[in-house]
């Protein structure tokens, strides 16, 4: 995010559960089975909780799960349990407070850690998973400490490559620490094995070879994974993506609110993903960022 926020979008922007839910119940029925709840940041929703049971009442939705800073994660953690989540992912770019502090421009780090071990506590929400985001200069000095983080919990962490998505316009591509890079720091002190990928995963996940935790690593950067990409993605205001990179949107807000058919709106849908990008172009001569940030685009 920006160092002076971002814009609050009026609330008839923003659409509203019932209109999640249809969307949602419409994609389900056309074979989307995994449903990720992401932002900004999801949880500042109000009666956020309530989505979440409307979704994971939807047949066909198979996982349900969120993506959260962790900032209000304790104080919702057993109501989101109860409502349906089943897995979390929670944004943490650095285990020292100062760090964070400077990463995030709030000193929440013990605040986040208490929401992590509230969520980690319900043994029905597997996997949990720790996100940061690789950025060289800074990253380099939290491989280790991340990687002890992982050796001596239930937590996967996972780097992800810092990518053309920020409200700043400060990405370079030599600002990009790869996973390489950081698997091979991590592997001199913490011997390292592949694990075999799942289709369609973001992730080449390692285990620790003494058994002992395991750890991810997402390059869309320096290994991108365009070819394997089945996602797509709905904004908090109702527009629908086909890639983080996406130059062009596919309303659905308005057909939603002009009373169009099931049908009708299935027919917005697969237009749109007939044309989902082929690559995200990221690192080629004339790439140009997207107007949307990741802040309001969603992980």
């Given at each position: 995010?920006?160092?002076?926020?971002?814009?609050?979008?009026?609330?008839?922007?923003?659409?509203?559960?019932?209109?999640?839910?249809?969307?949602?119940?419409?994609?389900?029925?056309?074979?989307?089975?995994?449903?990720?709840?992401?932002?900004?940041?999801?949880?500042?929703?109000?009666?956020?909780?309530?989505?979440?049971?409307?979704?994971?009442?939807?047949?066909?939705?198979?996982?349900?799960?969120?993506?959260?800073?962790?900032?209000?994660?304790?104080?919702?953690?057993?109501?989101?349990?109860?409502?349906?989540?089943?897995?979390?992912?929670?944004?943490i770019d650095s285990l020292q407070r100062?760090?964070?502090?400077?990463?995030?421009?709030?000193?929440?780090?013990?605040?986040?850690?208490?929401?992590?071990?509230?969520?980690?506590?319900?043994?029905?929400?597997?996997?949990?998973?720790?996100?940061?985001?690789?950025?060289?200069?800074?990253?380099?000095?939290?491989?280790?400490?991340?990687?002890?983080?992982?050796?001596?919990?239930?937590?996967?962490?996972?780097?992800?490559?810092?990518?053309?998505?920020?409200?700043?316009?400060?990405?370079?591509?030599?600002?990009?620490?790869?996973?390489?890079?950081?698997?091979?720091?991590?592997?001199?002190?913490?011997p390292l094995e592949e694990a075999p990928?799942?289709?369609?995963?973001?992730?080449?996940?390692?285990?620790?070879?003494d058994g002992r935790g395991e750890i991810?690593?997402?390059?869309?950067?320096?290994?991108?994974?365009?070819?394997?990409?089945?996602?797509?993605?709905?904004?908090?205001?109702?527009?629908?993506?086909?890639?983080?990179?996406?130059?062009?949107?596919?309303?659905?807000?308005?057909?939603?609110?002009?009373?169009?058919?099931?049908?009708?709106?299935?027919?917005?849908?697969?237009?749109?993903?007939?044309?989902?990008?082929?690559?995200?172009?990221?690192?080629?001569?004339?790439?140009?960022?997207?107007?949307?940030?990741?802040?309001?685009?969603?992980?």
């Amino acid at each position: 995010m920006p160092a002076d926020g971002l814009p609050w979008l009026d609330r008839e922007e923003v659409l509203r559960f019932e209109e999640i839910e249809r969307v949602v119940r419409l994609l389900a029925a056309m074979g989307v089975g995994d449903v990720r709840l992401t932002g900004g940041e999801p949880l500042v929703r109000r009666e956020f909780p309530q989505l979440v049971r409307m979704l994971a009442r939807i047949p066909g939705v198979a996982d349900l799960s969120l993506t959260t800073n962790g900032y209000l994660l304790e104080r919702d953690a057993d109501a989101l349990v109860e409502a349906g989540i089943g897995r979390v992912n929670v944004s943490i770019d650095s285990l020292q407070r100062d760090r964070f502090f400077h990463m995030t421009r709030r000193d929440s780090l013990p605040r986040v850690l208490r929401g992590l071990e509230a969520i980690a506590r319900h043994e029905s929400v597997r996997p949990i998973k720790v996100n940061a985001v690789a950025m060289r200069g800074f990253t380099e000095e939290e491989a280790i400490p991340f990687a002890e983080f992982a050796r001596s919990t239930a937590f996967q962490v996972r780097f992800i490559e810092f990518m053309p998505l920020d409200a700043d316009h400060a990405w370079e591509p030599d600002a990009v620490l790869t996973g390489e890079e950081l698997r091979r720091i991590i592997d001199r002190a913490h011997p390292l094995e592949e694990a075999p990928r799942e289709p369609h995963a973001t992730a080449r996940v390692f285990r620790f070879k003494d058994g002992r935790g395991e750890i991810g690593f997402v390059n869309p950067v320096s290994e991108p994974f365009c070819a394997d990409c089945n996602r797509i993605r709905l904004t908090a205001d109702g527009k629908l993506r086909t890639c983080l990179f996406s130059l062009h949107e596919t309303d659905l807000r308005d057909p939603l609110r002009s009373d169009a058919s099931d049908d009708e709106l299935e027919q917005v849908v697969r237009d749109a993903v007939w044309r989902k990008e082929l690559k995200h172009h990221v690192g080629e001569p004339g790439f140009r960022q997207p107007p949307r940030t990741m802040s309001s685009i969603g992980g």
